[in-house]
T-cell receptor, first 116, second 114 residues
Framework: DTEVTQTPKHLVMGMTNKKSLKCEQH?????MYWYKQKAKKPPELMFV???????INESVPSRFSPECPNSSLLNLHLHALQPEDSALYLC???????????????FGPGTRLTVL | AQSVTQLDSQVPVFEEAPVELRCNYS??????LFWYVQYPNQGLQLLLK??????LVESINGFEAEFNKSQTSFHLRKPSVHISDTAEYFC????????????FGGGTRLMVKP
């Protein structure tokens, strides 16, 4: 299995809602990533998990809360979002995220989020 | 620090014509270079990559890119484009430091016209 899957494909939520995005991979990768992509812009890194521990948080607001329950699964919990948070949220995974050798990232198809 | 510059935000081209999408990078360390393609309303797909070895890399659908260390470039080329190649193309540089991070260029929208 060489896929990264993301659910749901589309999500519409109000500013007072709580929702979660899910990402899964079964390639045995030990690093997982969340990116945010606004229309006509490149992806921006949000979080990196390495061996199920948060290793990088790119100054993301606390209304976004990542969680890595096990090495195959990565969640992004959303609460009290703003309309400007509407974007495509991409998940990626790689064999590792430590120094020495670059490990290629494999991307999922994304969740398109609309905040009303 | 690393940066990636894609010199053209849009490239219109007629079907069956050749195309070149330009990418320049700056980095003080060894680089790993990638081209990703994003079709409308879809996620990112890896098109091709340079990690080491031969400086000319090819994809299965006719694209190629050449790593030029002296010019710090990794331009993407295709000798004859199809309508189905219409998409956003992102050049990216990977770092092998902690975090295994990718730095993306701003993207180039390839628009193939009949």
């Amino acid at each position: 299995d060489t896929e990264v899957t993301q659910t749901p494909k589309h999500l519409v939520m109000g500013m007072t809602n709580k929702k979660s995005l899910k990402c899964e991979q079964h390639m045995g990768h030990r690093a997982m990533y969340w990116y945010k992509q606004k229309a006509k812009k490149p992806p921006e890194l949000m979080f990196v998990y390495s061996y199920e521990k948060l290793s990088i948080n790119e100054s993301v607001p606390s209304r976004f809360s990542p969680e890595c329950p096990n090495s195959s699964l990565l969640n992004l919990h959303l609460h009290a979002l703003q309309p400007e948070d509407s974007a495509l949220y991409l998940c990626a995974s790689s064999q590792g995220a430590s120094g020495g050798v670059y490990n290629e990232q494999f991307f999922g198809p994304g969740t398109r989020l609309t905040v009303l | 620090a690393q940066s990636v510059t894609q010199l053209d935000s849009q490239v219109p081209v007629f079907e069956e014509a050749p195309v070149e999408l330009r990418c320049n990078y700056s980095s003080s360390v060894s680089v790993y270079l990638f081209w990703y393609v994003q079709y409308p309303n879809q996620g990112l797909q890896l098109l091709l990559k340079y990690l080491s070895g031969s400086t000319l890399v090819e994809s299965i659908n006719g694209f190629e890119a050449e790593f030029n260390k002296s010019q710090t470039s990794f331009h993407l080329r295709k000798p004859s484009v199809h309508i189905s190649d219409t998409a956003e193309y992102f050049c990216a540089v990977g770092r092998n430091n902690a975090g295994n991070m990718l730095t993306f260029g701003g993207g180039t929208r390839l628009m193939v016209k009949p």
